[in-house]
């Protein structure tokens, strides 16, 4: 009977801790606008959300990201929220970006095994970056911007998608833990450094018309 109680009371703490990550995350995007829903509704089962590595820090970013997607999506017009939770969208994103691929993707992308994997992550990084400054070129109150904010939506959650259940599992595969919890304390010094000086830059692509 004491065995089994063992083994049941474990799984909880485990989803616990994922929950207590997943709800830091979504608080931290609630702080820019609290009256905006933050319905990111479920997200991909991933293990490594609420792990004490960078693997658990990039997925809470993430969360953090998909909670500001969707109160972008919850705003009318060109709001106040909307633009102080879109330029927080773009300092998180690109931030993020950056400090991921130097804290991550620069020791993988060394690695023959996972080389195409950091190789299409980063790829994917430049062009959400390029899909960023198009949508702070446009006026935000027009219909046509938030059907090009959807975009960017699918775009990103494929990506952190894709990154969650392939790239991120891969990478974990070849690092050893300390090589993970180095990776994290490295990511947390850039990340801050990179969202300091981080800011809108807006640049039309090239083939957009309207």
């Known amino acids: 009977m004491a065995g089994k109680l063992q083994s049941s009371s474990h799984p909880p703490s485990k989803a616990k801790a994922k929950a207590v990550a997943k709800a830091k995350a979504v608080a931290k995007a609630k702080a820019i606008a609290p009256d905006v829903p933050a319905r990111i509704g479920q997200t991909p089962e991933t293990d490594l959300r609420g792990l004490p590595d960078v693997f658990g820090r990039l997925v809470e970013d993430h969360d953090r990201h998909r909670a500001l997607l969707a109160m972008i999506e919850a705003t009318d017009g060109p709001s106040d929220e909307r633009h102080a939770l879109f330029e ?105 450094e990179e969202k300091a000086s981080a800011a809108l830059t807006p640049k039309l692509k090239i083939k957009s018309i309207a």
Do not use: C
């Open 88 to 192: 927080e969208l773009v300092r998180e994103l690109k931030s993020h970006a950056a400090a991921e691929e130097q804290a991550l993707w620069s020791t993988v992308l060394r690695n023959p095994q996972t080389t195409e994997f950091a190789r299409h992550a980063v790829a994917e990084h430049k062009d959400i970056d390029k899909m960023l400054d198009d949508l702070a070129a446009r006026d935000m109150g027009k219909p046509k911007w938030m059907e090009r904010f959807a975009d960017l939506k699918e775009e990103y959650l494929h990506h952190i998608r894709e990154e969650e259940q392939e790239q991120f599992t891969e990478s974990a595969a070849i690092l050893s833990d300390a090589d993970r919890r180095h990776m994290r304390s490295v990511f947390e010094r850039r990340k801050k």
